[in-house]
């Protein structure tokens, strides 16, 4: 399966106007449900990345061990202290999921599995938090321990066009020993094409020295230059920024500002993941042209604007 590079000016379209028209949360609503007592900076990465991207608001689902930290972090983030890990009395299952999925009138797209944790209530909670969004029909963004939650439980995502999953090279792997798709049996296009196949058409995001974007149908390819630093929260990174282009995405769709109507709906997961890539490659390489090897993933985040505004306007 032959892998192409989509018109830049057609992924363009998906980002809104900056326009007096539009009010507040029109131009992205991003949920991320991730962040335990050990993991509280991939769940930030990964919402102020889709913050700096452009997304309006950004709501952040964490175990409270995570929250007060969370908040620390940053002012510009909605943090909400409502997941449970195994050992707290109160870890009701239901409970955790009906907090957090009455929240899903006030978003547009979630992100799952940045800084979630293995741990049974944390996972089970993430779970059904998947297939509540599921039935309303929103996209979601799985990444880290999602991943994880995935590969034990192929179902919650299988045969969901909207659902986006982001491995790096081991996840990669293991998702295709968990779907029976033998990695070493074709080239590296074909394989991701496979493994989106086997999971019903799910987008995946094949992380590497090109990024591979396939829906089973066709295969993108991001060769966008990068940083050569690799530092833990890239790939949160990404998460958030694929979320705004999705959350952008459903803008498009239900017309809140005016544009050719070029995109077809199921086109719009494959080229949000395209744009995502591009913008985080290049906040990569901004960073590491600054710091080297001393490069930090927060000073990632500061690049973001410009790598965007490079994408978005050729500046």
């Known amino acids: 399966m032959p892998s192409r590079i989509p018109d830049i000016n057609k992924v363009r379209q998906l980002i809104p106007p900056l326009s007096s028209e ?159 798709v033998n990695s070493k049996e074709h080239d590296q296009d074909t394989v991701a094409y496979k493994l989106s196949q086997a999971f019903g058409g799910v987008t995946i995001v094949q992380k590497g020295p090109v990024d591979l974007i396939t829906n089973g149908k066709e295969v993108l390819r991001c060769e966008t230059e990068g940083g050569l630093r690799r530092v833990g929260g890239q790939g949160d990174i990404l998460s958030g920024t694929i979320a705004t282009f999705l959350a952008w995405g459903k803008g498009y769709e239900d017309g809140v500002w005016k544009h050719s109507n070029e995109i077809e709906s199921k086109d719009i997961a494959m080229l949000a993941s395209w744009g995502a890539c591009c913008i985080t490659r290049d906040s990569s390489k901004r960073a590491f042209e600054k710091y080297g090897r001393a490069m930090l993933t927060s000073q990632m985040v500061e690049e973001i604007g410009a790598a965007y505004a490079k994408f978005a306007e050729n500046k």
């Open 22 to 180: 539009m009010h507040k949360g029109q131009a992205g609503r991003v949920g991320v449900v991730g962040g335990s007592e050990d993991y509280t900076g991939a769940p930030f990465f990964s919402a102020i990345s889709a913050m700096r991207l452009g997304a309006d608001l950004c709501h952040v689902f964490c175990e409270p061990g995570a929250g007060t930290v969370i908040k620390s972090y940053s002012p510009d983030l909605i943090v909400h202290p409502y997941m449970r890990t195994s050992d707290k009395k109160d870890a009701s299952v239901d409970n955790i999921v009906k907090r957090v999925t009455d929240t899903f009138g006030r978003l547009h797209v979630l992100v799952v599995g940045p800084g979630l944790s293995r741990d049974d209530a944390m996972q089970n909670s993430a779970r059904e938090i998947m297939l509540k969004a599921r039935e309303q029909n929103m996209a979601i963004v799985v990444d880290a321990d999602g991943l994880f939650l995935v590969q034990n439980h192929p179902e919650t995502v299988k045969d969901y066009a909207k659902a986006v999953l982001t491995p790096n090279v081991v996840e990669f792997k293991r998702l295709c020993e968990r779907m029976d």
